[in-house]
């Protein structure tokens, strides 16, 4: 998050300079008529609210060493809301979600302070890491098959199907692909629709079948057909495969 407003560590609280608050807000009074105004009309408490120091570092309008404000961020944040301009809802709503992130931030570092929260620390810390493990082995495929989601959108030739199985470790060829996919139910065995894919394969989603007319001399039309397999089948068949090589491997 960009910081529109610097938020400083001071006796062991988060404290916001009240003039460069007062500059950011884009005040039309002056600094010591507006800190001194708000601290009255919304009453502030001292050491509670805001500390006053003295800035002994050079005066660039020379004089005296500048009186200086540092509120709290809860401060800060509601003189901001009654400024009840633009400046001062952005700065309001900049104070939450810095908070917001602090807190993250500490859950995120807290230390334990007794045994017993250590012990629950550590449970926690191993449980998100199993979750992790499972989410890591379940996307995996997917992970591997990165040129097959790439190229979901189209549909490929089984040949070409048989490339990417290979390239993401299960090694086969097109014509022991061709049995492979008959012998698991997705294509025909025999007769006029061998090596096209069966219904429950085609009710799936896996494949589509293109059909092309040529001419031929005698005025009868010859109509072929190939086989291709979808985007969603090759998604599909490298993540079925690459499981039945994982548990023959367990």
């Known amino acids: 998050m960009e910081a529109l407003i610097k938020i400083e560590e001071r006796k062991g609280g988060q ?5 460069e608050l ?22 502030l408490i001292e050491n509670v609210d805001f500390e006053v120091f003295t800035n002994l570092g050079e ?18 944040k509601e003189l901001s809301m009654v400024e009840g301009n633009e400046k001062g809802k952005q700065a309001r709503l900049y104070f939450i979600e ?12 807290a230390v334990p302070q007794t045994f017993s929260e250590a012990l629950h620390l550590a449970a926690n810390q191993a449980d998100t890491i199993e979750k992790q493990k ?11 098959f990165s040129n097959a989601v790439e190229a979901s959108e189209q ?5 070409n199907l048989a490339i990417v199985l290979n390239q993401n470790g299960f090694s086969i060829g097109q014509n022991r692909l061709f049995g492979t996919l008959r012998d698991d139910g997705f294509l025909c065995k025999a007769g006029e629709s061998y090596n096209q894919p069966t219904q429950r394969a085609m009710d799936m989603g896996l494949f589509e079948v293109k059909k092309t007319t040529i001419p031929r001399g005698n005025g009868t039309p010859l109509v072929t057909t190939t086989t291709k397999v979808t985007g ?10 690459l499981k039945s090589i994982k548990e023959k491997s367990a």
């Open 15 to 19: 404290a916001v300079s009240a003039r």
């Open 22 to 43: 007062h500059f950011f807000l884009e005040s039309r009074k002056d600094f010591s008529s507006w800190i001194k105004d708000r601290i009255s009309k919304y009453g």
């Open 59 to 76: 005066n660039p309008q020379g004089g005296r060493p500048l009186t200086e404000y540092a509120l709290s961020v809860d401060s800060a």
């Open 98 to 109: 810095t908070e917001k992130e602090f807190k993250r931030q500490a859950l995120r570092f």
């Open 134 to 144: 499972a989410m890591i082995t379940e996307q995996a495929p997917k992970v591997l």
């Open 155 to 159: 549909s490929c030739l089984i040949r």
């Open 232 to 241: 969603k089948g090759q998604i599909y068949f490298v993540n079925h495969y």
